[in-house]
């Protein structure tokens, strides 16, 4: 049983950064497709970031090129996502996710569905 636990977010300002971090435990985290998700008010859980085992095509949502990283520690166990240049629309609550099966190598998934395990969740506050 793979476990996602999240760190980081919080209250940040117009411009800032900020980083998350989602330490995994329990199976072969190397063979895992990693994700970013994020839910704001009112809207559906949407796409924002996701690397494969082989970490060689990161993919973003468009709404994030540029201003957000997404890399991982397969000795930590850890993905991150490093958020820069942060706007008031990035304001939701962000969930990493697992995809287990390591079907994929070269481009990640973008559908919530095609993941199988998910953190906690953490909200992120971002103020003009």
């Known amino acids: 049983q793979v476990q996602l636990v999240q760190s980081g977010g919080g209250l940040v300002q117009a411009g800032g950064s900020l980083r998350l971090s989602c330490a995994a435990s329990g199976g072969t985290f190397r063979t895992y497709t990693m994700g970013w998700f994020r839910q704001a008010p009112g809207k559906e859980r949407g796409f924002v970031a996701g690397?494969?085992?082989?970490?060689?095509?990161?993919k973003y949502a468009d709404s994030v090129k540029g201003r957000f990283t997404i890399s991982r520690d397969n000795t930590g166990k850890t993905v991150y996502l490093q958020m820069n240049n942060v706007k008031p629309e990035d304001t939701a609550v962000y969930y990493c996710a697992a995809e287990t099966s390591g079907f994929y190598y070269v481009l990640p998934p973008v559908s919530q569905h095609d993941y199988d395990n998910w953190g906690q969740g953490t909200q992120v506050t971002v103020s003009s």
């Open positions: 690397i494969t085992r082989s970490g060689v095509n990161p």
